[in-house]
């Protein structure tokens, strides 16, 4: 499954204000973004498969794009874990092809390639992000470390552990190559699957105000990708 914002405005706009546009998404799907219960002190090239070790109970992600094509990216995911793990994985592409329409509506292939910086974990409990190894040239894979070790059956009358991982990272998307409009293509969870989620919050802040007419032509993709 996939969730995409397509989204384009015409380069004649005049600057103006940030809008915030907050968007809820509540259901039960399987989490897209790479992230797997998993023991990373031994992993060495991640190669994704439902995981029931853990379940994600909410996912959040919240968005800044700035004019220059840079997103500055907050996600926040809560999850508990039936078996005992040191963490989690998230991978991020930093390559990928995309299909826009141009002025006469014709759909054109481009490629494009991502950077990200400045990844890191907001909590100050030992929690800890290492880069690795995600086994796919146009994936960055990073393993969030927990505090320390979670999971495995409860003594009775416990419930099972659970965390949330606060982190933070910039993804410069680059120009966007079109004299014509400047648009948003992002995929906010991604196309991995590895485990269930119970719950999805997001929020975008565009780096213009978004005018009734152009609100019209927000556009979002979900499903099995």
Do not use: W
Not at 99 to 125: A, Q
Not at 140 to 153: D, N, Q, S
Request: hydrophobic share 35%.
């Amino acid at each position: 499954m996939f969730m995409i914002l397509y989204f384009y405005m015409e380069r004649s706009l005049g600057k103006g204000k940030f809008v915030k546009i907050a968007f809820l998404v509540s259901m039960l799907m399987l989490l897209l973004f790479s992230l797997t219960g998993c023991d990373i002190n031994s992993i060495e090239e991640y190669v994704p498969n439902f995981d029931n070790g853990y379940y994600i109970n909410n996912y959040e992600v919240n968005i800044v794009i700035g004019e220059d094509n840079v997103y500055e990216i907050n996600e926040k995911i809560t999850a508990t874990f039936f078996d005992y793990t040191n963490g989690i994985v998230r991978t991020i592409p930093v390559e990928q092809t995309i299909g826009v329409p141009n002025e006469n509506g014709d759909r054109i292939i481009k490629n494009y390639e991502f950077e990200i910086s400045d990844f890191h974990i907001n909590s100050t409990d030992g929690a800890y992000v290492e880069k690795g190894y995600s086994g796919d040239l146009f994936m960055k894979a990073y393993y969030l470390h927990l505090p320390e070790g979670m999971g495995g059956v409860p003594a009775e009358g416990e419930e099972y552990d659970s965390y949330t991982f606060d982190f933070s990272y910039t993804y410069d998307l680059g120009e966007d190559r079109d004299n014509a409009k400047d648009f948003v293509y992002f995929n906010i969870i991604g196309s991995s699957i590895d485990t269930h989620i119970g719950n999805v919050d997001f929020s975008i802040t565009f780096p213009k105000d978004v005018t009734e007419e152009y609100r019209e032509k927000l556009m979002f993709y979900a499903g099995r990708y």
